[in-house]
T-cell receptor, first 115, second 113 residues
Framework: EAQVTQNPRYLITVTGKKLTVTCSQN?????MSWYRQDPGLGLRQIYY???????DKGDVPEGYKVSRKEKRNFPLILESPSPNQTSLYFC??????????????FGPGTRLTVL | SQQGEEDPQALSIQEGENATMNCSYK?????LQWYRQNSGRGLVHLIL?????REKHSGRLRVTLDTSKKSSSLLITASRAADTASYFC?????????????FGTGTRLKVLA
């Protein structure tokens, strides 16, 4: 089944404790992306990747890191989480880049709470 | 902020009525997409309209695009309780030379049975 998977789905952690949220897709998509969703603000893009080893900042990259060592995986790293990073996070992927006619497929989301 | 805006923020209608939601964006685009989200779950793509198109239909969905006003509307006809969800528009940021996506703030639709 074609899908985007994220792990963990729920995470409660404490300020400053490094964490990684994994994202994997099985559709051989070139483009992958991370978003955060906060009430009243919709989705905001954190980072995106056009291909292996090619990443770029979205609108809210501060406090996050990403890597794309393999085509299928795009982990999101919070080196020193803070309470303002408490949010619902989504990974997404698509064949083409933003602006192409390809649509994004979204993962189920990771609800992160930073105490 | 480049973020798009949608209105209304929330909409409540009776089953069988039509629902219209609007999206405004700020920069030139290649295309505009509409997504649906059920209660905190992942978004699902509904329909894409290219910048050179003015109207597009898919089942009970009708999307219009006015690039001169930088706005789009999504019409859901003959709504059903199962249409209850949040709806988001998304645009590319090609005009800025990047491959970002920019989402609107969303419209929460509630369809009453």
């Amino acid at each position: 089944e074609a899908q985007v998977t994220q792990n963990p789905r729920y995470l409660i952690t404490v300020t400053g404790k490094k964490l990684t949220v994994t994202c994997s897709q099985n559709m051989n998509h070139e483009y992958m992306s991370w978003y955060r969703q906060d009430p009243g603000l919709g989705l905001r893009q954190i980072y995106y990747s056009m291909n292996v080893e090619v990443t770029d900042k979205g609108d809210v990259p501060e406090g996050y890191k990403v890597s794309r060592k393999e085509k299928r995986n795009f982990p999101l790293i919070l080196e020193s989480p803070s309470p303002n990073q408490t949010s619902l996070y989504f990974c997404a992927s698509s064949f083409g880049l933003a602006g192409s006619s390809d649509t994004q497929y979204f993962g189920p989301g990771t609800r992160l709470t930073v105490l | 902020s480049q973020q798009g805006e949608e209105d209304p923020q929330a909409l409540s209608i009776q089953e069988g009525e039509n629902a219209t939601m609007n999206c405004s964006y700020k920069t030139s685009i290649n295309n505009l997409q509409w997504y649906r989200q059920n209660s905190g779950r992942g978004l699902v793509h509904l329909i894409l309209i290219r910048s050179n198109e003015r109207e597009k239909h898919s089942g009970r969905l009708r999307v219009t695009l006015d690039t001169s006003k930088k706005s789009s509307s999504l019409l859901i006809t003959a709504s059903r309780a199962a249409d209850t969800a949040s709806y988001f528009c998304a645009t590319d940021a090609s005009a800025s030379g990047t491959y970002k996506y920019i989402f609107g703030t969303g419209t929460r639709l509630k369809v009453l049975a």
